[in-house]
Structure formats: structure tokens, C-alpha cells
């Protein structure tokens, strides 16, 4: 569906695609007859709780909403060109079964077909006691401020594309081997497949007094699939 016109474009046949959602201000130009209107990512909603879990709920959802990236959908019968501020595209052609998740930051444009939704960083991660709910939530929340990336990541599943943004370059990591990938959190992309990550803390007294090697939070990649890594630690 998207094919790559150079290391930072895309193209893609918005008819053939069944239409595409892509970043706001992320389309360059486009040929035939498509028009774009605003579009709202699914998981939005904060729930109806009162109290106080109400109000840590409505708290999340206003974090939830700073994650969310404004997006776009093209529709129509036509050529349209995509991408960002001259930063690195890598197409990721999604199998049924199979699940990307992708900080809104790093995601350029994906076919409207998939099923998108924004779920909380927590329960994208096994084991370390992470959970869901809202205490999951809260820690995945200390977790992004610590990391830079964000409390909550989008999660696509079904069958079509999608386009990942990276700064500097692109890693293909395959996960499966007897040993966890083990990556910066701030040069982590995406994770594509049956991949559990968790959040570890490498801190040590060397950290604490100034001399450990700068490198405190880790994330743990296991199960079956790729993590998307890109050869820089700058925030998108």
C-alpha cells in the first residue's frame, strides 16, 4: 500500500488503501480527487467514574489526550505523498494476528482499516508488577517521565500499513532468541508482533553519586517479533 519514494517519503494510493490516517501537516501533495478531514483516534474517552478514581481517571484521560497526535483522514480516489520534518520512514506491512505498538510521535500514517486504539504503556508489559487499572496507569506514568516517552502508546492490529518516523535511521531487532533485547527507551521506535516489554531501573550507587554510565532505565524486549530502533536518542 505505502511504497517509499526516498528514505523520508511516502506514497500511497488513498483508494486502493481504503483510505489513510496520517499525521496533521504531514501530507506534501497529492494528485486525483481526495479530501482530508480530521479524525479522532479510538480510546479517547476518560469513563464515567466518580470520586476519586474519577478523578485520577479524568486525570489519565488529559494525559492520554498530550499523547495523541492530530491526525487526518484521506479519502477519495487518488496519489497522496507523505512526511515530517525530513525525518526517516520505514514501512511496516501488518499481518492478521499481529499487534504494533508505536508512541503517536513516531507514527507518520497508517491504512484506516487497522484497528487503532491508545492503551495505557502498563499493559503493554509483562511482568515487574506493572498491572493495569489506574495504579498501572500512575506507573506507567512515572515511567514515561522518567524515560521521555509517553504514559500511553498506540496499539494497531489488523491487516494493512503503516509508516514509523525515526530520527537518524532505522534497526530491525528481531525478538526471540534466548536472551531480551534490551534497548534505550528514548531510541525505541515500535515493537511489531507478540513482543512484551517492561521497563527495568539499571541504577546502582555509581548513578547516585554521579559516576554510573548514564544508562538507568532499560527496556526489556521478549516474545516473538521486531523492535524498531532508531540510531538516535532525540525525542520526536
Known sequence: MFEKVNGKVVKVNVGMAGGVVARKGAMLFYTGDVSFAPHQ???MGGGGMGGMGGGM???AGRMMAGEHESTMLAQGNGEVHYGLAGLEVHVVQMQPGAVLRVEASRLLANS????????????SSSGGGGGGGIMGALRGAAS?????????????SGQGSAVLLAHGGFLELQVGGPNPIV???QAFVAAYGNVQTELKTAMSWRDAVGRGAGEAMQLH????GIVYVQASEEKL
Do not use: K, N
Not at 484506516?112 to 499493559?123: E, G, M
Not at 524486549?221 to 516473538?224: D, H, I, L, P, Y
Open 41 to 43: 483516534v479510538a480510546g
Open 57 to 59: 481517571m479524568r486525570m
Open 112 to 123: 484506516a482499516q487497522l484497528q487503532s486504539s491508545v492503551v495505557s504503556v502498563a499493559s
Open 144 to 156: 514515561g517521565a522518567l524515560t521521555g516517552q509517553g504514559m500511553f502508546t498506540t496499539q494497531l
Open 183 to 185: 534497548v534505550d527507551p
Open 221 to 224: 524486549c521478549v516474545g516473538q
